[in-house]
């Protein structure tokens, strides 16, 4: 018998609806669109919601991967409601709390190859 990792993302979601709390993943829709207008490249975004809990990372990982983390980063474990969809770097913004991160890295735990469990994004707050 094969092992029930959709009972594993269960339990996962529930203890991150317990600790964490909601998002919103903003999933780029299409390419940008530069509007001659406004001078501006323009994006199209639907959302998808889910649960995290939001980690900092500690000042020994940043100074070991200085190239990669920096100060402010910060790391969110989640599950998305829809099971289906995936965030991706450098195109998705994650929405915690009001504030928009940009997500830089994605790790997927995807034992079976057959179902998420968990999604690791590490992220950094968008410039205003």
């Known amino acids: 018998m094969a092992f029930d990792y959709l009972a594993m993302r269960n339990m996962a979601t529930g203890l991150l609806t317990e600790f964490g709390d909601s998002f919103i993943l903003r999933k780029q829709t299409d390419k940008p669109k530069y509007d001659p207008k406004t001078k501006k490249t323009e994006y199209t975004f639907t959302e998808h919601k889910g649960v995290c ?7 020994e990982a940043m100074g070991q991967l200085s190239n990669i983390i920096e100060s402010g980063d910060v790391a969110f474990i989640c599950t998305m409601n829809d099971i ?21 890295r994605v790790s997927t735990s995807n034992p079976s190859g057959k179902t998420v469990v968990v999604h690791t994004l590490q992220c950094r707050r968008a410039g205003v």
């Open 53 to 59: 809990v939001m980690k900092t990372y500690s000042d």
């Open 84 to 104: 289906s969809i995936i965030p991706q770097a450098d195109k998705d913004k994650l929405i915690f709390n009001g504030i928009v991160y940009n997500i830089i």
